[in-house]
């Protein structure tokens, strides 16, 4: 923002240098000289200026209000509620619900599920588990690390 300022004064210096060159340059656009045309003579009448004539004056406006109609109905009176009467309402009475009807619906009756199927169920066969294969895997063969060999450390 500091450097804006310095900017903007030299650009209003500049627009009021060319406003200042232009306002004194006489010429512009290269346009034809003016010639003078003298007046022809008239011969000196004087005009008497008429103001027109004013109308007359009226009297100022006045407002007359309308007569008030007479089927207006009247404003409107407030009546209060009548008073509460001073008996007390009615105790409250409990009206039971009405019995049930004669026509009861049956009792449930427990459905036992029915017996099993009279055939049982096939005895379990027990199966063998498969021979062992033929050939038998080779057996393992230990072999022993080769024998360690006495070196100097490394340095």
């Not at 209003?12 to 045309?37: K, M, T």
């Not at 003579?41 to 109609?69: A, C, D, G, Q, W």
Request: glycine share 0%; net charge positive.
């Amino acid at each position: 923002m500091a450097n804006t300022w310095p900017r903007l004064a030299y650009a209003l210096a500049l627009c009021l240098l060319i406003n200042n060159v232009a306002a004194n340059y006489d010429e512009p656009y290269n346009a034809p000289p003016f010639y003078y045309h003298e007046k022809p003579e008239t011969p000196l009448s004087r005009y008497i200026f008429k103001s027109p004539l004013l109308p007359p004056l009226k009297p100022p406006y006045t407002y007359n209000s309308p007569p008030p109609s007479p089927s207006l109905p009247y404003p409107y009176v407030y009546k209060s509620p009548p008073l509460p009467s001073s008996s007390p309402p009615p105790p409250y009475v409990y009206n039971s619900p009405p019995p049930p009807s004669p026509s009861t619906l049956p009792t449930y009756i427990y459905k036992s599920p029915p017996p099993p199927s009279p055939l049982p169920p096939p005895p379990y066969v027990k199966k063998s588990p498969p021979p062992p294969s033929p050939s038998p895997p080779p057996p393992y063969i230990y072999k022993s690390p080769p024998p360690r060999t006495h070196s100097p450390p490394p340095p």
